[in-house]
Structure formats: structure tokens, C-alpha cells
């Protein structure tokens, strides 16, 4: 992989210019037509709009709602729903972009799209909750559509949000429309394997990239930042191929063993412990900072982004970078990781899997007929390896970094779609 350095602004001042300064690379090393660069550099309809809820209190208060369409070239529009209080326009929007890219990238039907609502979930009552997510779902029924645009859960919501939004949508159309949404419970529609999906696809780039760098599963080990819902599937699976685990953290508190880890142990204590990791006994407590540049081979970010940067991108020890995560490494990041000679399987593809198998979800949906789990993780395996081959090739082509052959193997299928479309 060579050294392609990414000129970006601040990854503080705007997350949209940070995936522009990507697209901007990919799009002049494979030399992108210029009206289709245009065209992925504006979303295809942005919309906020405001969500008047009466609180348990029984007074009002007015929350900010959003959705980003970016685009529509290769398919109806999907991306998650986000609630937390740094919701806003401009990280929408990013992660709308993101959105396209990953699906064109995972080889689905899919443009991209995101949404969220500016609110703190953990200060809410359910019912509130529940107001507040049939009220955002209200707001946007002429934005969803089993064709045209399919939100998901991302951070702050779960199936049970999806489950209250279908609801809403159902009963605005007359009748069930399963494939509006997906990341539903199983009983109503959801699809068995979605639950473990990114954290499978984690596991299945990182063995994949480790047969390119000759890295073998017995002899390698590994550190997860984040316990949630990518990092403690993301590690269960790894440990299960026979990696050893050596760090994993949370926003509570960050362990570090040398000789290995029990995640089933580190599973079972956070499902007793509120789903954090502090007080886990299994071993030494050190600080979240230290986590990411301790001794490894292969380094999973899985909570949250801007983690990576050029402070500590320096100091990293791993050969090996996943990213369970979305955005986690800052462009600033990238050079330096590139310069270390740090392979770094980017987000779009390393996390493609949970929106990999929300499409195995709408395709059940639309079928009306549902598959094992089994057969939802096979599919899943030939999708993902399919797509790390693409991406593999593609900067081993254009002699990039694998997260600029991720943008050029994504733009590759979108520009075909603007032209064959037409759409102009
Ligand atoms: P989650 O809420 O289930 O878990 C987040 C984890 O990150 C928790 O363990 C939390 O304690 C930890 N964390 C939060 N702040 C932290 C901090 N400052 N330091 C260390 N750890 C911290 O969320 P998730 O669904 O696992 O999502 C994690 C990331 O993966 C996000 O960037 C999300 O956008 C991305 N992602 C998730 C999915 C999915 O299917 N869930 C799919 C694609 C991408």
C-alpha cells in the first residue's frame, strides 16, 4: 500500500468535509467525472424538522429531527436513525454519504441515508420515548418507503424504536409494511443474524486481511475499544477463531492481559453489570488513552469516531487496523498510519455487515419467507469476502490505502448508476 495523503480540514470543524476530503482523493486518483463528483459532493434532499412531544410532565417540548437523502443512484435510500444530543446537520449528512458508499461497497441495491434526533435517550422515560419516536416517524412518511427510503437503528435506538416507528408507518398506509424498516424484532419481521451482523463482518475483514498480510490466527492478538453492540460481538467471534484478546474497554473502563482475555467471562459480567465493563476482574485496568496504543496485532475500533489521531496514530502498535466503527480514524490519521505501512480496513467496509444483513432483512420481508441463521450468516460470509476482494484490488490497482480503494471500488458502482440512470 503506498502513502496517498489525505489533505483535510480539522476532523473537528466539519464531519461532511472529512468524507469529502476522502471522496475528493478517490475521485482524481481514478479520475471520476466531474459531474458525478458533483453530484456525491450534495445530498439529494435534506430534510430537520421539529417534533413537538408532551413529556410525562405534561408539559411540551419541541426535539430537532433529521434525515439525509444522499443518494439514490443504485438503489431506494437506507441508513440509520441516531438519537443523541450531537445529532445535527452536518454529521447527518456525513453519515448519509457514508451510507452510499458502504453500500455500494457491500454490493447492495441501496443508496444512502441517515437520520436522527437530538435528544439524550438515556433522559427519557420509555413512554416518552416512544412519543418521541412515533411523532419522528409521523414527520417523515413521505421521506420512508419499502422502496424508496429504509431507515435502521443506529446509536440510541434499537428494534424496539423500529418496532414503534413501523407502527406509525402501518397505520398511516392501512396496511403492514415489514420492509419500511429494518433492525426489527425478530417476532415482527426482523431477520435471525442481524443482532451479531457488524460484528461478524469485523471478524470476517480482519481474518480476511490477516490471509493477505500472512498473519496467523493462533499467533495474533488483538485489542476491541467499545463493548457495545460491534465491539462485544466483534470480539466474541474473534476470540472464537482463535485470536487471543488482549485489551478490550469501554466508556467505563479500559483491561488489559497479555495473556488473553475470557471475553465469554467479560460477556457475562457485562450483561450482570448494566452492559459495562467496570469492576471486571479478568484483568489489569488501564486508561482508555493507553488502550488504543497498547501491545497488539490487531487493533478494533468500535465505539465511537475522531479516536484515532495524529496524536496517537503515531504510537500505535498494531499492523493491523479494523474499524468496527464509524469514522474513527481522523483524516489527519491517515498519512501517519499509511507512513507506518498500517493496513487499515476502513468502516465502510469493515462495518458493512449489520447493513449487509438488513438487506437479507427487507429481501425476507419482501419474500415473506425467512431464513435460519445459518443460512443469513453464510450469505452474509460470501457478501462480505466478495466485497474485501473488491476493495483489496482496487487499491492494490490505483497503489492506495485500502480506504481510498473502499471510496474508489464504491464510486466505480455509483458512477455507473448516474450513467446508465441517466440521471443527471
Ligand atoms: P453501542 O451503543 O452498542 O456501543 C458503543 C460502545 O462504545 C459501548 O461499549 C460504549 O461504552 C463504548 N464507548 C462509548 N464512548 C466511549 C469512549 N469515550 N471510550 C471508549 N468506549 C466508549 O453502539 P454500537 O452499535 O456498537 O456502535 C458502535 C459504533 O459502530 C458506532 O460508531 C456506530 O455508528 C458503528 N456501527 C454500528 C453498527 C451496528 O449495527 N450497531 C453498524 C455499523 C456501524
Not at 430534510?47 to 413537538?52: C, D, E, G, I, N
Not at 480482519?206 to 493477505?212: D, G, Y
Amino acid at each position: 500500500m503506498s502513502t496517498n495523503t489525505v489533505k483535510a480540514p480539522n476532523a473537528h470543524d466539519s464531519m461532511f468535509e472529512a468524507v469529502l476530503a476522502r471522496l475528493d482523493v478517490a475521485a482524481k486518483l481514478m479520475n471520476l467525472s466531474d459531474e458525478v463528483t458533483q453530484i456525491l459532493r450534495n445530498p439529494k434532499k435534506e430534510v430537520k424538522v421539529s417534533l413537538p412531544v408532551v413529556m410525562d410532565n405534561g408539559k411540551i417540548q419541541v426535539f430537532e429531527g433529521y434525515r439525509t437523502i444522499h443518494s439514490t443512484h443504485l438503489g431506494p435510500s437506507k441508513g440509520g436513525i441516531r438519537y443523541a444530543m450531537d445529532v445535527n446537520a452536518d454529521e447527518v449528512k456525513a453519515l448519509a454519504a457514508w451510507m452510499s458508499f458502504k453500500c455500494a461497497v457491500a454490493n447492495l441495491p441501496y443508496g444512502g441515508a441517515k437520520g436522527g434526533i437530538k435528544c439524550d435517550p438515556r433522559n427519557l422515560s420509555v413512554n416518552e420515548l416512544e412519543r418521541l419516536s412515533r411523532s419522528y416517524a409521523k414527520a417523515m412518511k413521505d421521506i420512508f418507503g419499502v422502496n424508496k427510503d429504509i431507515p435502521a437503528p443506529d446509536m440510541g435506538t434499537s428494534g424496539r424504536e423500529m418496532a414503534w416507528m413501523l407502527d406509525e408507518f402501518n397505520k398511516i398506509m392501512g396496511e403492514d409494511c415489514p420492509g419500511v424498516i429494518t433492525g426489527k424484532p425478530v417476532a415482527i419481521g426482523g431477520s435471525l443474524g442481524r443482532d451479531a451482523a457488524t460484528g461478524r463482518g469485523v471478524m470476517v475483514n480482519t481474518l480476511a486481511a490477516m490471509k493477505k498480510m500472512g498473519m496467523k490466527v493462533n499467533e495474533v492478538s488483538a485489542v476491541v475499544q467499545g463493548f457495545g453492540n460491534v465491539g462485544s460481538h466483534a470480539a466474541r467471534l474473534l476470540h472464537e477463531k482463535g485470536i487471543k484478546i488482549v485489551g478490550i474497554g469501554d466508556h467505563t473502563a479500559s483491561f488489559y492481559n497479555e495473556k488473553g482475555i475470557d471475553i465469554k467471562a467479560a460477556l457475562e459480567f457485562a450483561a450482570k453489570n448494566n452492559r459495562v465493563l467496570k469492576g471486571f476482574k479478568g484483568a489489569t485496568e488501564i486508561s482508555a488513552d493507553q488502550l488504543l496504543i497498547s501491545k497488539c496485532d490487531v487493533l478494533v475500533p468500535a465505539a465511537l469516531q475522531n479516536v484515532i489521531t495524529e496524536e496517537n496514530a503515531p504510537k500505535i502498535q498494531a499492523k493491523l487496523i479494523v474499524e468496527g466503527a464509524n469514522g474513527p480514524t481522523t483524516p489527519e490519521a491517515d498519512p501517519i498510519i499509511n507512513e507506518k505501512k498500517i493496513v487499515c480496513v476502513p468502516d465502510i467496509l469493515a462495518n458493512s455487515g449489520g447493513v449487509t444483513v438488513s438487506y437479507f432483512e427487507w429481501v425476507q420481508n419482501k419474500a415473506g419467507y425467512y431464513w435460519s441463521e445459518d443460512e443469513v450468516n453464510a450469505k452474509h460470509d460470501i457478501k462480505m469476502e466478495l466485497a474485501f476482494e473488491q476493495v483489496w484490488n482496487s487499491a492494490s490497482t490505483y497503489k492506495t490505502s485500502m480506504r481510498i480503494g473502499a471510496y474508489i471500488s464504491a464510486l466505480q458502482k455509483i458512477e455507473q448508476g448516474v450513467k446508465l440512470k441517466g440521471s443527471f
